[in-house]
């Protein structure tokens, strides 16, 4: 066991340096070729920049865990194509590499304990974090970034959820308007006819009242005519009474005095509003 810890520490150590020694040549001999081109982006504050770039720095598209360096798509190339190269592990472009270094065995922090949560070594993993459920960094990355994007989605469709539940929302408000203007025209609809039937009823019962207090002025009216044409005769008769020769005969006297309490007028209806 301890000589098998002791012979893999240094073969790895010599691992990084020829391949960190590589990646700096491909990279000056890289940066020479490429370093007028144009069409990368160059890196804005808030960005992570490319470290091999001389002059204008351009945006990192990757930093190595091995290298410790990150790369602009030029700087980069050599660990797409280069087989010693290619086995780097390269992530999304961070800042302050140096921090991802392991304090303990000065190794790249390239892999991840999932027993402890924490980033380790490849020495970490034989030593202290050994039996522990050790993964790349990368694929710990992955799925958290596949966790992350999950969650963002699922975020993005109950955002989705509430945005359809607001149009709804607005819309059944657009409809309960509707429903609310035309009942209102319907109301109004029926309360004027309303208003206008009670308004001819009141019309005809004015001129019903009228109607029935003209007849009764008129029949008063003819009443009274009948009433003082017969004093006009009671007053001639009682004229010719005080003479001599009518007074012999009683009985025609006695007869006529009778005649008004047959008048009409004795059935003469007494005023309504008057108590009884
Ligand atoms: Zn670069
Ligand atoms: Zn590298
Ligand atoms: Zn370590
Ligand atoms: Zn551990």
Redesign the pocket.
């Known amino acids: 066991m301890c000589k098998e810890g002791f012979t893999t520490r240094p073969n790895l150590r010599v691992n990084t340096f020829i391949s960190e020694m590589v990646a700096q040549f491909r990279q000056s001999a890289q940066q020479k070729a490429s370093s007028s081109s144009s069409e990368q982006q160059v890196s804005k504050p808030g960005e992570v920049p490319c470290d091999v770039c001389t002059g204008t720095k351009l945006k990192a598209l990757k930093s190595c865990l091995v290298c410790l360096v990150s790369y602009c798509e030029t700087h980069l190339e050599p660990h797409l194509t280069m087989s010693g190269l290619k086995r780097h592990q390269l992530i999304d472009p961070v800042e302050n590499l140096e921090g991802r270094m392991?304090t303990?065995?000065d190794?790249p922090l390239e892999l991840f304990c999932k027993t402890d949560q924490t980033c380790?070594?490849i020495?970490?993993t034989v030593l202290d974090h050994k039996m522990h459920d050790v993964v790349p960094l990368k694929e710990e990355y992955e799925g958290k970034k596949a966790e992350l994007g999950k969650k963002e989605a699922e975020i993005q469709q109950m955002i989705q959820k509430r945005r359809l539940k607001i149009q709804e929302i607005k819309h059944s408000v657009d409809l309960s308007e509707e429903d609310a203007d035309r009942e209102i025209a319907e109301g109004v609809q029926v309360f004027t006819s309303l208003k206008e039937s009670v308004e001819r009823g009141l019309k005809e019962l004015i001129n019903t009242i009228k109607e029935k207090q003209k007849t009764t002025e008129k029949q008063a009216e003819a009443f009274i005519k009948e009433l003082e044409q017969e004093i006009s005769e009671l007053m001639k008769r009682s004229t010719e009474a005080v003479t001599p020769d009518t007074l012999s005969n009683a009985s025609e006297v006695l007869v006529s005095a009778e005649t008004p309490e047959s008048c009409r007028c004795v059935f003469w209806p007494e005023p309504k509003s008057q108590p009884q």
Do not use: D
């Open positions: 392991c303990k065995h190794k380790v070594c020495l970490c």
